[in-house]
């Protein structure tokens, strides 16, 4: 069956720095990608999508690429800062349903 | 605000009791999916309808089931509760069965004593 599997956290990082959370995939198909972020107390929150192959999903500073080749979906960020603490989720779309990966925690100190 | 609402969000209960969790999804949306979150397993995927009929099922315990009415809104319904029941329950919406966006609302949270 499909799976996510994304680096296990916590990242802790001093704002300003690079962020990296990497994610594989496996999938049969062609799945849609996509990483949502959860802030402490509140849902999902969608934060960037790529629906196929070579696409780049960005928003907020956060970018992530399609890589079919390696079947990775890593998030980036150049200079994060205290506001991006959350779990970060990877995420595919096969189908109906999303599966997603195990979560991982940034935290960001000043 | 992502729009998708569910009530209630907290809900204390004991072992052997029956809850029901509410989900009203965007204005438009037809498709609704529930997943759960627990520390030991994950977000994991349990149901989705669409325009009031049963799509695809995940991981969903015999216990429970969940329906989608008329108007749109879908109830979770958790039966013969047991502590590892215990998780926060979201459900998200999207507007169509094949679309890939789904919005999630900010879940009900569920402690099993």
């Known amino acids: 069956g499909d799976s996510v599997t994304q680096m296990e956290g916590p990242v802790t990082l001093s704002e300003e720095a690079f962020l990296t959370i990497n994610c594989t995939y496996t999938a049969t198909g062609y799945p849609s990608l996509f990483w949502y972020v959860q802030y402490p107390g509140e849902g999902l929150q969608l934060l960037l999508k790529?629906?196929?192959?070579?696409d780049k999903g960005s928003n907020k500073g956060f970018e992530a690429t399609y890589r079919k080749e390696t079947t990775s979906f890593h998030l980036e960020k150049g200079s994060v800062q205290v506001s991006d603490s959350a779990v970060y989720f990877c995420?595919?779309?096969?189908?109906?349903?999303?599966?997603f990966g195990g979560g991982t925690r940034l935290m960001v100190k000043p | 605000d992502s729009g998708v609402t569910q009530t209630p969000k907290h809900l204390i209960t004991a072992t052997g009791q029956r809850v029901t969790l509410r989900c009203s999804p965007r204005?438009?949306?037809?498709?609704v999916y529930w997943y759960q979150q627990s520390l030991d397993q994950g977000l994991q995927f349990l149901i989705h309808y669409y325009n009031g009929e049963e799509r695809a099922k995940g991981n969903i315990l015999e216990r429970f089931s969940a329906q989608q009415f008329p108007d749109l809104h879908s109830e979770l319904n958790l039966s013969s509760l047991e502590l590892g029941d215990s998780a926060l329950y979201f459900c998200?919406?999207?507007?169509?069965?094949?679309?890939?966006?789904?919005?999630f609302g900010a879940g009900t949270r569920l402690s099993v004593l």
């Open positions: 204005s438009g949306d037809l498709s």
């Open positions: 998200a919406s999207s507007v169509r069965a094949s679309e890939n966006i789904q919005y």
């Open positions: 790529a629906t196929k192959a070579d």
């Open positions: 995420a595919l779309n096969a189908g109906n349903m999303l599966t």
